[in-house]
């Protein structure tokens, strides 16, 4: 069985018909690259595995074979698929322990806050600074620690080298290397092809909210006509 499959999905925002006939499966301790263009549908794709935002989802989307696809966003949290929606959220005024902390908080079985200051030894120098006050790679990461203290089984992560700086990338692919030895599965959007392809193993590639190619990152390493046509890489 696999860890998540999805088979035939439909998501509408409202009258907005934007995913079509969506298929895709993860296994278990999986990086999964999901790519394509601006608006090809990859936000949306996480949305819709996390019950969040999209106004309707239709099709079978099963997380270790059970159906979740009308499972509530509180629901499927709980069954241990966190999502870290693009751009950083964090809590500004809170530190980066309370920051932690918080997440804790609110999981089942969270893991111990201080594991993930060896995760992110970067976080364990700013532990009294607000969040606010944190740049945009340290505020990237304290978002990823933050949905990992919660212990997911599947971590969804929606562009997390957007607007970063190209050495704060090579921090964050580090630190997420670190993190799949933690035993947990992975879904990455992105845009930045060159990072993808160092982390991940196999990928998707979507556009116009469909299926366009899937395969290993080692074979699209090698298909430049679809980094062309899919990825506006030049
Ligand atoms: P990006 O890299 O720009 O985030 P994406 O591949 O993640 O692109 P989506 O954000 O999933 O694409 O957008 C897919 C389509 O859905 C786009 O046409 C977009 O305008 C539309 N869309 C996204 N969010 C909403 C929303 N909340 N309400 C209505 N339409 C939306």
Redesign the pocket.
Known sequence: MSLLELDGVDAY?EN?H?LFDLDMTVEENEIIALL?R???????TLRSIVGS?VTRREGEITFRGEDISSRSANQISRKGIKLVP?GRRVFPTLTVHENLQVAAETAVDPRPVEEMYDIFPVLDDLRGNNGQNLSGGEQQMLSVARALVQRPDLLLLD?PTEGLAPVIVDDLLEVLRNVVEEDVTVII?E?NVDFVLELSERAYIIDK?ANAWDGTTEELENREELLDEYLSVS
């Open positions: 925002y907005s934007v394509g601006n608006g090809a549908g990859k936000t949306t935002t693009e562009e959007t845009q909210g």
